[in-house]
């Protein structure tokens, strides 16, 4: 499997899991009743801490970062595109 499947799989599955967790502690814990409200909030929360990808281009060939907003270094898959 290539290096930018991988980083889209897991990319894919991070937000997926973020999206859930985001809704379910809005819906369930905080009790937010407005669905619409609870969608929206979820989606820009998801879209601000979800990883973003970057292709890096090194001597070695091309590489894919996972990086997040808050974080200094990412998640690397090292294999050539």
Excluded: C, D
Excluded at 37 to 49: D, E, F, P, Q
Excluded at 68 to 77: C, D, V
């Amino acid at each position: 499997m290539k290096a930018r499947t991988k980083a889209h799989l897991i990319t894919f599955s991070i937000t997926i899991g973020i999206y859930l967790a985001i809704v379910l502690l809005l819906k369930y814990v905080i009790g937010l009743k407005n669905l619409g409200l609870v969608i929206i909030i979820g989606s820009i929360m998801t879209a601000i801490l979800a990883p973003k990808q970057q292709i890096v281009e090194k001597q070695s060939g091309k590489e894919v970062h996972l990086k997040w907003r808050f974080s200094k270094n990412g998640y690397i898959f090292k294999s050539k595109l």
